[in-house]
């Protein structure tokens, strides 16, 4: 069974930082590419980055380029997403999850997620 397990949100404020984690079982790790979306009340779904298991190559949505940083121990099957210099408008739930290809995290079409963590940030 596939799980995806998040932690590390809280409540910061502008410009300060947070590092989210995303724990992986239940698949072949190196198979398959990690991607964070988040969600706002009342926003649409978007993805935030993306990083590829077999050969760590990165993407990044250009709200958050510059900013965040995505990374992953291969060895314990987590993902890490460094924030920084958070703003108000990153506030949302931050969501892990599975996808097969880049192809299919660019079209939020994902095998499994977790069950998110919430960020706020504060003005």
């Known amino acids: 069974e596939v799980q995806l397990v998040e932690s590390g949100g809280g409540l910061v404020q502008a410009g300060g930082s947070l590092r989210l984690s995303c724990a992986a079982s239940g698949f072949t790790f190196d198979n398959y590419g990690i991607g964070w979306f988040r969600q706002a009340p009342g926003k649409e779904r978007e993805g935030v980055s993306y990083i590829s298991s077999s050969d760590g190559s990165t993407y990044y949505a250009d709200s958050v380029k510059g900013r965040f940083t995505i990374s992953s121990d291969n060895a314990k099957n987590t993902v890490f997403l460094q924030m920084n210099s958070l703003k108000p408008e990153d506030s949302a739930v931050y969501y892990c999850?599975?996808?097969?290809?880049?192809?299919?995290?660019?079209?939020?079409?994902?095998?499994?997620w977790g069950q998110g963590t919430q960020v706020t940030v504060s003005s």
């Open positions: 999850a599975v996808f097969s290809s880049l192809f299919n995290w660019y079209r939020m079409r994902y095998i499994s």
